[in-house]
């Protein structure tokens, strides 16, 4: 079946950095714009970064995280990034990846199964 995966979550301290990764099984990400999203437990999912496939796409994020992650994609590796820096325990949950969609909004056609980011001391 067609769907994301997400790749690099972990466990970090508040302040650190993390590289979360999203690549197609069974497609390539080339044409497609990808969302972040991400959802903590007893909360709902959110929208946290979103990139276009074009050329020099263009880029949004949640306020809650801009100025602190950054999103890119490299196409010589058909690989999507969400570049995470000083986070915090508030940005510990689940990280989606998504495509075939725009937004911030959950409008994407293909989801992955997320991988967990937990930022603790």
């Known amino acids: 079946q067609l769907q994301l995966v997400e790749s690099g979550g972990g466990l970090v301290q508040p302040g650190g950095s993390l590289r979360l990764s999203c690549t197609g099984s069974?497609?390539?990400?080339?044409?497609?714009?990808i969302g972040w999203f991400r959802q903590a437990p007893g909360k709902e999912r959110e929208g946290v970064s979103c990139?276009?496939?074009?050329?020099?796409?263009?880029?949004n994020y949640a306020d809650s995280v801009k100025g602190r992650f950054t999103i890119s994609r490299d196409n010589a590796k058909d690989t999507v990034y969400l570049q995470m820096n000083s986070l915090k325990p508030e940005d510990t949950a689940v990280y989606y990846c998504?495509?075939?969609?725009?937004?911030?909004?959950?409008?994407?056609?293909?989801w992955g199964q997320g991988t967990q980011v937990t930022v603790s001391s």
């Open positions: 990139i276009t496939h074009s050329d020099g796409g263009r880029t």
């Open positions: 998504a495509a075939g969609g725009w937004g911030l909004r959950e409008e994407y056609a293909y």
């Open positions: 069974g497609f390539s990400l080339e044409n497609y714009n």
